[in-house]
């Protein structure tokens, strides 16, 4: 067998393709249990690994001073001697970080630097899941089956969570960095009404999404809608998430918090769709998507600021009605 003693993963996109990486990770340990894994990603998604008892050490990419910090960090790669370095990310500023490592390179076809890797894969954007996309790029270090996404919260994460699992509840994340991927806020008011008064309702977000989950909860008796925006971190939002009945999430972050912890999800999917190979992977998993034949939808890979055609059809002709069904399945 190979030897692999230590290794750095790339991945500075958004927090669900961190998430989803996640996958190496587990398959790596699974190889070789000894090897080291340290594990590059953009400054702010840090406190999803935080704890991560299979990773050593996170490095975090400052991009407000993108080049200064640019060059600190890959002085500290080439300083640590990687046997491998794997990039997930398809741009030039990962790209070069990878050949100047002096590691062994891994990466996709589509980095402008994939030229001088020293293992080019193809970049399939359709028919496969990201995690299986992910794999290509370890497949010869170990096999061609993905390994799931796994998060790890800490004990502390867990008992600061348990006053809100005494009692059955669902999990509402509304938000979504792209509008075109995020149900309507009035749905999700639909939808909260909808829910029997024996199931809590908790609204996860960043302290961004505060406002957003605020204007839905005003609308409920305290007691029962409880907007939780801004008040957990991701971990501790993720083990809440593995005791709810249900967790409702846009194709957006939440959905993937929910796949690495097992934890039963319905996606509801606007503008973007499920063969892009961003869906959920939980073991219990539902898919809601307006069965209307638009000619506009997808309108892209990762949505927009606003529906290019001005009406939002694919948002809006999804019933609140269809979404709650699941939870009669």
């Known amino acids: 067998m190979t030897s692999v003693r230590s290794v750095l993963i790339i991945q500075t996109a958004f927090l669900g393709d961190v998430i989803l990486a996640t996958g190496l990770v587990e398959k790596l340990k699974e190889y070789y249990p000894e090897v080291t894994i340290d594990f590059l990603l953009r400054k702010g998604n840090e406190g999803v690994l935080a704890g991560h008892p299979k990773i050593r050490e996170v490095i975090i990419f400052d991009k407000k001073r993108k080049y200064r910090n640019l060059w600190l960090i890959i002085r500290k790669i080439r300083a640590a001697r990687y046997d491998y370095v794997i990039n997930v990310q398809r741009f030039a500023t990962t790209g070069l970080i990878t050949v100047l490592s002096g590691a062994t390179t891994i990466g996709f076809d589509k980095n402008p630097f994939s030229f001088i890797f020293s293992v080019r894969v193809r970049h399939l954007v359709t028919g496969l899941h990201e995690t299986e996309r992910n794999q290509r790029l370890i497949e010869g270090l170990t096999d061609g089956k993905a390994a799931p996404p796994r998060l790890y919260p800490s004990s502390e994460d867990i008992d600061s969570v348990r006053s809100y699992v005494s009692e059955p509840f669902v999990t509402m994340a509304p938000a ?52 939780l925006a801004g008040k957990l971190s991701l971990l501790q939002s993720a083990a809440l998430m593995k005791h709810a009945t249900m967790n409702f999430v846009n194709d957006s972050a939440p959905m993937h918090l929910a796949s690495a912890m097992n934890a039963p999800v319905t996606a509801i999917y606007c503008s973007t769709v499920p063969s892009f190979g961003f869906g959920p992977l939980s073991s219990v998993k539902n898919i809601v998507e307006t069965t209307e034949q638009l000619d506009c939808r997808p309108c892209g890979l990762h949505g927009h600021k606003a529906c290019p055609q001005g009406h939002f059809k694919c948002a809006w002709m999804i019933s609140a009605q269809e979404v709650k069904n699941v939870l009669d399945i």
């Open 176 to 227: 979504s960095i792209w509008f075109t991927k995020q149900w309507p806020a009035e749905k999700w008011k639909e939808l909260c009404q909808k829910i029997s008064d024996r199931l809590k309702v908790y609204l996860l977000g960043a302290p961004s999404d505060i406002e957003l989950c605020q204007g839905i909860a005003n609308k409920f008796d305290p007691d029962r809608v409880v907007n």
